[in-house]
């Protein structure tokens, strides 16, 4: 019974280059989330997709920053030419279908992160 | 705009004594409130959730008091342990009219217990 899985749990890249963090939901989980984490600060929202679609990216910057969750395979944030204020905890969080639950709140599942750190 | 606050940076509590974490929203249409605790290198982890119709909810040492009036929440940690010494942060969602089940999060409070 596998959580979110996310991959690498470290990367290191030189300024320029491109960054791609993995998230794999858990399993019977449709929706999944990209929250970062600067240092000394709290989560921020990034982006929330289902299957194929980007439901909500009100988050991501505007540049550099795209993600996806084809229908194979896990969901991809892509950060293009880095720079070194993209260093921070990336957390991925998986949910299910809203639908499919009676109630109660939206109970998002985190992942153990994947810590970018930029030269 | 910070729509989830939560302005105590640090706490610090003795094993055993009760441990009060605030949290301050400004957003009344705010349906749901959580609570997640994160150990270093760790992801967040969930603890409790309270509905914004209800006023308390209890799970074990852990109460979530709301008050919707002040537009603030508590977490009660009675009685506090070391094991519980970790950041912990505050969430709210909307689910409508928004239609994103999105979670906003506060900045964290750590909390730490000494025996």
């Known amino acids: 019974n596998a959580g979110v899985m996310q991959n690498p749990r470290h990367l290191v890249r030189r300024r320029g280059q491109e960054a791609r963090l993995r998230c794999s939901p858990m399993?019977?989980?449709?929706?999944v989330y990209w929250y970062r984490q600067l240092p000394e600060e709290g989560l921020k929202f990034m982006v929330y997709l289902q299957k194929e679609n980007i439901i909500d990216e009100s988050g991501m910057p505007k540049e550099r920053f795209s993600a996806e969750f084809p229908k194979e395979g896990p969901s991809i944030l892509r950060i293009q030419q880095v720079v070194r204020g993209d260093s921070a905890a990336y957390f991925c969080?998986?949910?299910?279908?809203?639908?499919?639950?009676?109630?109660?709140?939206?109970?998002?599942?985190f992942g153990a992160g994947s810590r970018l750190t930029v030269l | 705009d910070q729509q989830v606050k939560q302005n105590s940076p640090s706490l610090s509590v003795q094993e055993g004594r009760i441990s009060i974490l605030n949290c301050d929203y400004t957003n009344s249409m705010f349906d749901y409130f959580l609570w997640y605790k994160k150990y270093p290198a760790e992801g967040p982890t969930f603890l409790i959730s309270?509905?914004?119709?209800?006023d308390k909810n209890e799970d074990g040492r852990f109460t979530v008091f709301l008050n919707k009036s002040a537009k603030h929440l508590s977490l009660h940690i009675v009685p506090s342990q070391p094991g519980d010494s970790a950041v912990y942060f505050c969430?709210?969602?909307?689910?409508?009219?928004?239609?994103?089940?999105?979670?906003?999060f506060g900045t964290g409070t750590r909390l730490q217990v000494f025996p």
């Open positions: 399993k019977g989980h449709s929706h």
């Open positions: 969080a998986s949910s299910p279908n809203r639908a499919d639950v009676s109630s109660g709140a939206n109970v998002l599942t």
């Open positions: 969430a709210a969602s909307s689910y409508p009219p928004y239609n994103t089940d999105k979670l906003i």
């Open positions: 309270i509905s914004s119709i209800k």
